[in-house]
């Protein structure tokens, strides 16, 4: 594992130490993984909500070469 050190605010820092008191989490760390993995789930939720309003390529194939040339 590796280990990272970045500054952050005052008010994240007390939000951090609420969350643990809270006891949503053990410690800073597990805090931050957290958000980390949510941020990661965020963004591939929002790939497939862009990927289902991508239009569909459907058709002949040498049709739709020439739409793209």
């Given amino acids: 594992m590796t280990t990272i050190s970045i500054p952050i605010t005052a008010e994240q ?29 965020d963004e591939a939720v929002e790939a497939v909500l862009r990927a289902q309003t991508e239009p ?6 040498r049709t739709l070469m020439r739409k793209f040339k």
């Avoid at 643990?20 to 990661?40: H, P, S, T, W, Y």
């Avoid at 569909?56 to 194939?61: A, S, V």
């Fill in 13 to 41: 820092e007390k939000f951090i130490r609420s969350y643990i008191k809270e006891g949503k989490a053990e410690n800073k760390a597990q805090v931050v993984r957290r958000a980390l993995a949510k941020m990661a789930e």
């Fill in 56 to 61: 569909l390529l459907k058709g002949d194939i």
